[in-house]
């Protein structure tokens, strides 16, 4: 059975939503409720002791681990959390770091993920990072425009349609599986450093999801073929790459390949087997899309729409207040207060909230809410329509990640 097959979520979240305003409402009692206290997942005795990739996905209010053999498979259908720890590198010889770590959190929403699931998600990332001391940055990451950063993480990353069963879906009569129709699309990772890292999403299965960039992965019916069209563009290392999905698969359901290119004319089999007609599928093609998990925006959503800008969030009047401090290139690391929270937008590429050690627990606790209602002010602006989809993050003084380092100090 298909993991999408038959399975219906109750109530599907708005990702153009606020992902964080959930924190205090009833939901939030909720999963303190399930909490119970403590986290089991916090608690295995290596979470924020030792160096590595841990993987959770939110089912019925509770953080469930992912096997490590499923790092990197996500489904649209799920919420996911991700904590990256590394050792902490000296810039002295004489400095002892053997046992520091710096830790990086991701909350991933998949694009039909409940409302249940993305607020666990980003309630359970807040009370991860209190059980590492405040020293994670933070990552609110969309399946359809992940971050660089997240990017990096996976030598291999996959974003496949449905999500786990769950209290938040039922299973519906199951379709019959000869109409099930996969296509999958394989393409370079633009964010990974080793050069033979490769994302493959699964996308809508028609013939315009095809571009000469990529390679794409077909699979129509139980015991079908399996077909892999290449773009006129493709690269080597993504047919290559391609190959290797191909051939787990084959092992999986013993079946056969058939491989077949953009300008060979027996690629219009799965023009039409996608619902394309006879003049589709050669010059009525996309270039390669910059586009992640299938739909959305491009990689590099509101980059350049607008300028720098640095807002403070103080209750040093009495009042909690957001105001514009500084914008364009006179923006820099000087301007950060240490009893105040800030939020940086560095022109599009990311949204920044810096947390000054200092700050009152009032402006600590609100800057999720701050941040969410800038991006849903930006939405309304000319030429801003897909900010929601703008990576937000969140770092402690003291504890600023190099790339936040690089936003602030470089005009």
């Not at 489904?75 to 770091?97: A, F, V």
Request: proline share 3%; hydrophobic share 35%.
């Amino acid at each position: 059975m298909a993991p999408h097959a038959g399975l219906v979520h109750l109530k599907e979240y708005d990702i153009k939503d606020s992902n964080v305003e959930l924190i205090g409402s009833d939901l939030d009692h909720k999963v303190k409720h399930a909490s119970a206290e403590t986290e089991p997942a916090w608690n295995d005795g290596h979470v924020g002791l030792t160096a590595g990739l841990f993987v959770w996905r939110i089912e019925n209010f509770a953080v469930v681990p992912v096997p490590k053999p499923s790092h990197g498979v996500f489904y649209s259908g799920d919420s996911y959390i991700i904590l990256h720890s590394q050792q902490l590198k000296s810039n002295s010889p004489s400095e002892n770091t053997e046992k520091k770590l710096t830790h990086a959190i991701h909350f991933l929403l998949g694009t039909h993920t409940s409302q249940d699931e993305a607020g666990t998600a980003a309630y359970k990332t807040v009370e991860l990072d209190s059980f590492l001391h405040g020293t994670a940055t933070q990552h609110r990451e969309l399946e359809t425009c992940p971050s660089s950063s997240f990017l990096a993480l996976f030598p291999r990353l996959t974003f496949r349609r449905g999500g786990v069963a769950s209290g938040f879906r039922h299973v519906e009569p199951q379709e019959e599986e000869d109409e099930i129709v996969t296509l999958l699309r394989v393409f370079k990772n633009p964010s990974a450093t080793s050069t033979d890292s490769a994302i493959v999403c699964e996308v809508e299965p028609t013939w315009r999801s095809l571009d000469e960039g990529d390679v794409f992965i077909l699979e129509k019916g139980k015991g079908g073929k399996i077909w892999v069209w290449q773009g006129g563009r493709c690269s080597p290392m993504e047919k290559a790459k391609a190959a290797q999905v191909v051939h787990e698969m084959k092992l999986a359901k013993r079946v056969d390949v058939e491989v077949v290119s953009q300008s060979e004319a027996r690629s219009r089999v799965v023009v039409g087997m996608l619902g394309g007609g006879e003049g589709d599928g050669f010059g009525r093609l996309t270039a390669a899309r910059p586009v992640v998990g299938g739909g959305g925006a491009s990689r590099s959503v509101g980059e350049g729409c607008r300028g720098k800008r640095l807002f403070k969030l103080s209750d040093e009047s009495g009042a909690l207040r957001f105001g514009l401090v500084r914008e364009g290139s006179g923006v820099s690391r000087a301007d950060l207060d240490g009893d105040d929270v800030f939020v940086l937008d560095d022109a599009g590429r990311t949204i920044w909230v810096w947390e000054g050690q200092g700050a009152s627990r009032a402006e600590k606790a609100m800057w999720l809410k701050v941040a969410q209602a800038y991006v849903r002010k930006l939405q309304g602006e000319d030429g801003n329509g897909e900010a929601y989809l703008t990576p937000i993050a969140k770092v402690r003084e003291g504890c600023e990640s190099a790339a936040f380092l690089r936003a602030i100090e470089v005009a």
